[in-house]
């Protein structure tokens, strides 16, 4: 599809539609980059339940390349979006170059920091020393991949602002399945171990990195890569900072609550470190379904917020909370209904591991019913610029979860950690209800100048 039928389908398209043709291929691509974590789980749980329990508590530190990617694309993902339905051409390639550099320059400087103090930050997560050895050998490589998970995560959000989620898609699932079919070859047939996982996972990375390049290079493209494109001023700056930092600063939460998992699982041993770091995965890869999907939601209500058509917005939320709500009902019954032949999928070793991660993934699964919900209205907030009410969301989401973490805990032990989704979601669903009442209330998705 060229660009400008792409523009016209978010602007004139049937809405389930435009939707549709902007979710499925990034749900696609978001599952398949899921299943990089999955794969990884799964061979690497063949190697036992330390190896398990050590790439788990290094996974923490993939929010590091997914916060710097969504502060800088993310933002300009709903900048560039309101743009393109205005017509400001030259200032989508400003935007979009600013915010590609910007990435490169902060994740790149993350790295060299992490990799100079790999050891520190292992022992921060909650490595034991039984797992320091194996997890240390993953973490390295692993580390250097952020550098190009950032730069993938940032580009992806700016080719989906101009409607272009087929390429997306296109690009994670080659990557993914490179990392697929590398993962057991590197990690058993040249007796790699965990070192295999992280260098199937950094080849795969690079192969997205260089379609995305090789997209964002060619003439098919609002997106400029040029240098002379960057504008580094408060007006620039601001705009793509103040939409994606609020989505940044809830990424480093999860990894911040993640550690904090780690730490207070390992106080219950490994196999609850290994348990959770399974569920955590599996979740995650249930979430990008949803997320991915309606990740196509943003450009189309971004575009038409624009363009100030509020007809088609209201349009697309309503039938995206629909939407959500079915599909995050029906996913989180199969967690509960197939959680053991789930978690013996990775392991089948363990009676310890197959009995907290069953437990979990059945608690997870019904708090994230709501999930659905929680992700359309914050993602409703940031693709109108609204950066205030989507930060308080997320932020306060991710806050509650650390206060539920350790208050949880106290009280009722591994249980306490595993039922802290559940209040937490709880909590974000009641407070997503009222904040969005309200903004309705108020009339602002009534006809304005973006």
Request: glycine share 10%.
């Amino acid at each position: 599809m060229e660009n400008e039928e792409r523009l016209d389908l978010l602007a004139n398209g049937k809405m389930s539609t435009a939707l549709i043709k902007m979710g499925v291929p990034t749900m696609v691509g978001l599952m398949v980059s899921a299943l990089y974590s999955i794969v990884d789980a799964y061979w690497v749980g063949k190697l036992g339940t330390i190896a398990t329990a050590a790439v788990s508590v290094v996974y923490p530190l993939s929010t590091v390349g997914i916060m710097v990617g969504l502060l800088f694309g993310s933002g300009a993902n709903s900048v560039v979006a309101r743009l393109l339905g205005q017509k400001r051409y030259q200032e989508v390639r400003e935007y979009s170059s600013t915010a590609v550099y910007s990435t490169m320059a902060m994740i790149g400087s993350l790295v060299v920091v992490m990799l100079i103090f790999v050891n520190p930050i292992l022992r921060f997560l909650g490595t034991t020393p039984d797992c320091m050895d194996f997890a240390r050998e993953y973490a390295i490589i692993f580390i250097i991949g952020l550098f190009f998970n950032s730069f993938n995560m940032c580009l992806n959000n700016l080719i989906v602002a101009e409607g272009n989620s087929s390429l997306s898609m296109i690009a994670m699932f080659i990557g993914g399945g490179f990392n697929l079919v590398m993962d057991p070859i590197l990690i058993f047939n040249f007796n790699m171990g965990v070192k295999g996982a992280a260098i199937a996972t950094l080849i795969s990375r690079i192969i997205s990195f260089s379609i995305y390049l090789w997209y964002a290079l060619g003439e098919k493209s609002h997106i400029s890569l040029d240098i002379k494109d960057v504008k580094i001023d408060t007006v620039h700056i601001v705009e793509i900072i103040k939409i994606g930092l609020p989505i940044a600063l809830f990424q480093l939460i999860n990894g911040i609550s993640a550690s904090i998992v780690n730490n207070l699982a390992g106080a219950y041993g490994e196999s609850a470190q290994a348990a959770l770091g399974i569920v955590n995965r599996i979740v995650f890869l249930e979430t990008n379904i949803l997320y991915g999907f309606f990740k196509g939601f943003s450009p189309v209500v971004g575009y038409n917020f624009g363009a100030r058509r509020m007809d088609r917005v209201k349009e697309a939320t309503r039938l995206s909370l629909v939407w959500a709500t079915v599909a995050m009902t029906i996913i989180g019954g199969i967690l509960v209904i197939f959680r053991h032949p789930v978690i013996l999928m990775f392991n089948k070793e363990s009676v310890d591991v197959m009995n907290i991660g069953a437990f979990a993934l059945a608690v997870y699964g019904i708090s994230y019913i709501t999930y659905g919900y929680q992700i359309i209205v914050g993602n409703l907030f940031i693709a109108i610029g609204e950066a205030r009410l989507g930060g308080m969301l997320s932020l306060g989401k991710g806050l509650w979860y650390i206060l539920y973490l350790f208050l949880l805990e106290r009280i009722f032990g591994i249980t306490g950690i595993v039922f802290a989704q559940l209040a937490t979601d709880i909590t974000g669903t009641l407070i997503t209800a009222i904040v969005y009442r309200r903004f309705k209330s108020g009339g602002r998705l009534e006809l304005k100048s973006a």
